[in-house]
């Protein structure tokens, strides 16, 4: 079984194999998990990877961090939600989450709210939903999805029937998504 010290290694050994530093946001949050689990011994835990908390970080994640994403939370099991808003995510990051969530059974819940995403990103996502059954709840509020996003989403919710949420809020949706969408 997965913790916090092997995801830690894990994603030090993703950036490496990737080329890249890994990201002292990311290094922050897992630091911080495990202090806390030195106090808690929590089996699971929810990484809290904000763009707009400032108490942690002044930089905002991008799609470079979404591909070493992909790689290190691939075969994780002790990662169960992920708060990626406000960051700088966009369609080809949304590709890479996509990816993640075709392998990643352990993940329940995934804010990507207020990112960069667009309908592309939003075919990504809702195509990975297809496959993966675990996701309970989905955050895209403020993503320009567009009216076609919204399609990909309904169409998704017609073959899973797991997801429990999944808020579209301030999407740019038309009805076309609406009436798509199973009753």
Not at 34 to 59: F, P, Q, R
Not at 63 to 90: G, Q, S
Request: proline residues 2%; aromatic residues 6%.
């Amino acid at each position: 079984m997965a913790d916090i010290y092997e995801t830690e290694n894990n994603y030090t050994l993703a950036c490496s194999e990737k080329r890249l530093e890994p990201n002292p946001t990311v290094i922050n949050m897992l630091q911080f998990e495990m202090d806390e689990n030195i106090i808690l011994c929590n089996k699971s835990t929810s990484l809290y990877l904000a763009g707009n908390n400032k108490v942690m970080t002044d930089t905002r994640l991008t799609d470079t961090d979404m591909d070493v994403f992909e790689r290190w939370l691939t075969n994780n099991t002790y990662v169960i939600a992920l708060d990626l808003r406000f960051n700088n995510i966009t369609d080809k990051g949304a590709l890479s989450i996509a990816k993640l969530l075709t392998k990643n059974f352990s993940i329940q819940k995934l804010n990507l709210m207020c990112n960069d995403i667009g309908p592309k990103g939003a075919q990504y996502i809702a195509g990975s939903l297809h496959r993966n059954k675990a996701i309970k709840s989905l955050r895209m509020t403020g993503n320009k999805i567009g009216d076609k996003g919204g399609v990909y989403f309904a169409e998704a919710l017609q073959i899973n029937d797991q997801l429990e949420e999944l808020d579209l809020g301030d999407c740019d949706l038309k009805i076309s998504s609406i009436i798509t969408a199973p009753c």
